[in-house]
C-alpha cells in the first residue's frame, strides 16, 4: 500500500514528507524524502543519523574528528561536511597511491590504512563492509585509529533468513574466485559498481567481537515518526573501550 506521511528528519531535524509505495519490503530503498529544504536522503542515512545523534550531541560532532569512508554526496553526508571541521571523507582508488588524495578524498584500503593511531572520534560507513574481502581485518584497522572510547557505527545489508553469515567473494593469489552469481551495488566512486563479497547473518555481532576488541550494539527501527522503516535497517554500534 503507497504511503504519504510527515516525518522528523534526523539528519536535518525539520518536518518533511515522504513518499514509498510500502511500508516494508521497498522502503529501504525508495523511502526518500518527497521536499526537503536540505536536500535528499535514503533510510540507511536517517537511521545513522538517528544513533549518531542519540550517542553525541550535534555540538559534540561538530567538534569531533570523523573519518567517513565512501560517503554518498547528499544526506548526514553532506550535513557532515557543512558542520564539522575535523570531518575526513575518504575512498578507495587502487590505482592511485594510498593516503594521498583524490577528487575530494582521500585514498584509503580500508584493510591497510594510512593513518596513524588513535586519531578519531568517530568512524562511519554505510553498506561497505559487504564489499570488502576481509572486513575484519577493515574492523580491527578502525579500531586501531579510534580513540578510546570512540565508535564506529555502520550500515551493513543483514538477512533475517541468515543465522551464519557467508563469504560470496575471495581474492585467491590475485585471482577472484566467486561463490554463485556475482551481484553489485551502487558505488558513489565506480559507475561500475561493487562486488558483493560477503552476505552477512545475525550472528555479525558474534563474528565481529571475536575478531575485534569491540563491544557491539545493534538498533533496527520500524518508525513512521523518523521515517526509518523497513528491512536491512540495522545500525551497527562498535565501542572501543577506554583503558
Known sequence: ???????????????????????????????????????????????????????RTRAEVARAAIHEAAPAP??????????????????????????????????EDLEKQTFADRVFDIV???DVLEHLFRPFEALREIERTLKPGGLCLFAAPTYAERMCSEQVAFL??????????????GNPQDKNGSLVTWRYGYDLPLLI???????????RWQSRDRAIMGPMTEIYILRKARP
Open 1 to 55: 500500500m503507497a504511503l504519504e506521511f510527515k516525518a522528523s528528519c534526523p539528519i536535518c531535524n525539520n518536518a518533511v514528507s515522504f513518499e514509498t509505495p510500502d511500508d516494508f519490503w521497498s522502503a529501504r530503498a525508495s523511502l526518500q524524502p518527497k521536499s526537503c529544504p536540505v536536500g535528499t536522503c535514503v533510510t540507511r542515512e536517517r537511521a545513522l543519523a538517528d544513533v549518531l545523534f542519540s550517542l
Open 74 to 107: 547528499r544526506g548526514l553526508s553532506l550535513w557532515l561536511r557543512r558542520h564539522c571541521g575535523n570531518y575526513l571523507a575518504s575512498g578507495y582508488f587502487p590505482d592511485k597511491p594510498f593516503g594521498e588524495p583524490v577528487r575530494d578524498l582521500r585514498n
Open 124 to 126: 562511519l560507513h554505510l
Open 172 to 185: 585467491e593469489k590475485g585471482e577472484l574466485r566467486i561463490v554463485g552469481e556475482p551481484e553489485y551495488h
Open 209 to 219: 567481537s571475536r575478531e575485534t576488541g569491540f563491544d557491539v550494539e545493534v538498533r
